[in-house]
């Protein structure tokens, strides 16, 4: 069965800089959209960023663009996503989450358990 497993969360001061995985087992398809999203205490969940496999193609929330990079290794069947300039705000369980299309909206099929990122 599929399985998206996140690591690499922590805690990190304000302006540093932290990257999260996750790996992807059980997976058919070989190119689909993937996400990460992340919720923090009394808030709903947001989508940070997403990249459909088979081009690359990246998406981005406003308030991360240009301090995150999402990216995947297709070899390696892993997602990533690295942040820099890291806030407090910022601060939230990040999930990841994958699609049964490389169209990167609708309903997310898939997701991890999530991993901690605190910055303070």
């Known amino acids: 069965h599929v399985q998206l497993v996140e690591s690499g969360g922590g805690s990190v001061q304000a302006g540093g800089s932290l990257r999260v995985s996750c790996a992807v087992s059980?997976?058919?398809?070989?190119?689909?959209?993937m996400g990460w999203f992340r919720q923090a205490p009394g808030k709903e969940r947001e989508g940070v960023a997403a990249?459909?496999?088979?081009?690359?193609?990246?998406y981005y929330l406003n308030s991360v663009e240009g301090r995150f990079t999402i990216s995947h290794d297709n070899a390696k069947n892993t997602l990533y996503l690295q942040m820099n300039s890291l806030k407090p705000e910022d601060t939230a369980i990040y999930y990841c989450?994958?699609?049964?299309?490389?169209?990167?909206?609708?309903?997310?099929?898939?997701w991890g358990q999530g991993t901690q990122v605190t910055v303070s």
């Open positions: 059980g997976y058919s398809y070989r190119e689909y959209c």
């Open positions: 989450a994958a699609r049964l299309s490389r169209r990167c909206a609708g309903s997310w099929a898939y």
């Open positions: 990249i459909d496999t088979g081009d690359g193609s990246t």
